[in-house]
């Protein structure tokens, strides 16, 4: 089975930076993914870490140590229309699952002015 | 292209009655997934199709069911409301593709049983 843990809410200042930690125990990893949520829209794919190290894209960045079952998303540079919640999610590892993937429960950040 | 499309996007039902979720992609897509996602809480898997034919069960499956006849569809029906069953329905969809990863979603169907 799948364990993904990350923090309930974080708040944050305008243009500051925030750093959003995912913990996972899985019995398969073939990547972990980062999904954004404004509230009441569906989710919106972020970022994809299947190898250990940073991924920069924009003012997003995320990372991976597969050793370690941990991933963090970075937010740079906060913005008003940031405040959302963010999801991280692993896909399992057996091919015949297709893009099955197991969610954390969502961090909800708030960004104030 | 429309994406991944879904059907009513709200919906009330009275316990015990039955309806189908629709859902449909039109990017020849292999892979589709039905999620739950209840209040404040992240994305559930009730069931998901690896492509036309084969389904298979999620983390939480009981009273739902589903079909994937064609590439295209893959509607996911409710046998017997329950209150439990309350929440907003996500269908997804990914290409088969080794190197594909991004799940699409679609805009959810808000459902309440009383």
Known sequence: GQNIDQPTEMTATEGAIVQINCTYQTSGFNGLFWYQQHAGEAPTFLSYNVLDGLEEKGRFSSFLSRSKGYSYLLLKELQMKDSASYLCAVRDMIKAAGNKLTFGGGTRVLVKP | ?114
């Open chain 2, 1 to 114: 292209n429309a994406g991944v499309t879904q059907t009513p996007k709200f919906q009330v039902l009275k316990t015990g009655q039955s309806m189908t979720l629709q859902c449909a992609q039109d990017m020849n897509h292999e892979y589709m997934s039905w999620y739950r996602q209840d209040p404040g809480m992240g994305l559930r898997l009730i069931h998901y199709s690896v492509g036309a034919g084969i389904t298979d069960q999620g983390e939480v499956p009981n009273g739902y069911n589903v079909s994937r006849s064609t590439t295209e569809d893959f509607p996911l029906r409710l046998l017997s409301a329950a209150p439990s069953q309350t929440s907003v329905y996500f269908c997804a969809s990914t290409h088969g593709l080794a190197d594909s990863y991004e799940q699409y979603f679609g805009p959810g169907t808000r459902l309440t049983v009383t």
